[in-house]
């Protein structure tokens, strides 16, 4: 037998997906509000198939695909929650940031679903450049360790730590 061609695909963009969701709930006559779709999109990270199957899982469990329902189908961070993270780390409230992490620790949310919501968040926040950059960076290194088995509350609380240190170096700058 021959190897089998291995075909990938690039990411698609936000547009591109939300044009084919308005076609298929269309078709479908699937209820929807415009918060549902985005969130559809935001867990879809640019796959058409992920963004398919989450709207369909979302409307056969619920009947409606708003923001609530489609969070609750995919099982991730809601995004509001961890942007809320982020801006109290910009606005020097630490212990307001680890408090929002530990409610979602709390809830039972891995680890890694954090740490890639919050890489997703990062990517997209409106900020200086070079904290962007830096916040990626480390967001990236603490991922790396998570991947490695050590992925703790406390760990999750040493990247918020680092955003921090990150954003006070900024200021002195």
Same mark, same amino acid.
């Given at each position: 037998m021959y190897p089998r061609p291995v075909v990938r695909f690039s990411r698609l963009s936000d547009q591109e997906i939300l044009d084919r969701l308005m076609v298929v709930v269309g078709a479908e006559k699937v209820p929807?509000?415009?918060e549902g779709l985005e969130a559809i999109i935001f867990t879809a990270d640019g796959d058409m198939r992920q963004a398919l199957n989450n709207s369909q899982a979302t409307y056969c469990g619920f009947r409606f695909v708003n923001q609530e329902n489609v969070f609750k189908v995919c099982d991730q961070p809601h995004p509001l929650h961890v +942007?809320?993270?982020v801006r109290h780390v910009l606005e020097g409230k630490f212990d307001d940031a680890c408090l929002g992490l530990k409610q979602l620790y709390d809830l039972g949310y891995s680890p890694t679903?954090? @740490?890639t919501t919050l890489f997703r968040i990062? +990517? +997209?926040y409106d900020m200086a450049e070079y904290l962007k950059l830096e916040f990626m960076k480390e967001t990236g290194f603490a991922h790396m360790r998570i991947c490695d088995? @050590?992925?703790s509350y406390l760990q999750l609380c040493g990247l918020l730590a680092k955003f921090s240190l990150a954003r006070e170096t900024a200021r002195a700058t």
């Open positions: 929807y509000v415009s +942007k809320n993270m679903d954090i @740490i990062i +990517k +997209k088995g @050590i992925g």
